[in-house]
Nanobody, 115 residues
Framework: QVQLVESGGGLVQAGGSLRLACKAS????????VGWYRQAPGWQRELVAS???????NYADSVKGRFTISRDNAKNTVFLQMNSLRPEDTAVYYC?????????WGRGTQVTVSS
């Protein structure tokens, strides 16, 4: 079992920045890929960025060049640095970890970008 707690969401003006954190506890040694997803009202949940245990990253086209995902394995924490935020980035952001046998979701953190 892995437990996840997201933090760092909030209200920011367009052009601003936020840094999200996803801290894992429990069977963290089994964690492989960690991803940040988001879901806006009326939309499906979508992948924003992911990072593998080895540090390989993947980004949605809509956030490339603005968002950066990183991980601190020693602290079992994954970060999402979000710069140049836009109103269309407004959503609940969820952390998901994939282990060798399962995957787990956090409860999400709200990000609201005002125009």
């Amino acid at each position: 079992q892995v437990q996840l707690v997201e933090s760092g969401g909030g209200l920011v003006q367009a052009g601003g920045s936020l840094r999200l954190a996803c801290k894992a506890s429990g069977s963290t040694v089994s964690i492989n890929t960690v991803g940040w997803y988001r879901q806006a009202p009326g939309w499906q949940r979508e992948l924003v960025a992911s990072i593998t245990r080895g540090g390989s990253t993947n980004y949605a086209d809509s956030v490339k060049g603005r968002f950066t995902i990183s991980r601190d394995n020693a602290k079992n924490t994954v970060f999402l640095q979000m710069n140049s935020l836009r109103p269309e980035d407004t959503a609940v952001y969820y952390c998901r970890v994939d282990t060798f046998a399962n995957y787990y979701w956090g409860r999400g953190t709200q990000v609201t970008v005002s125009s």
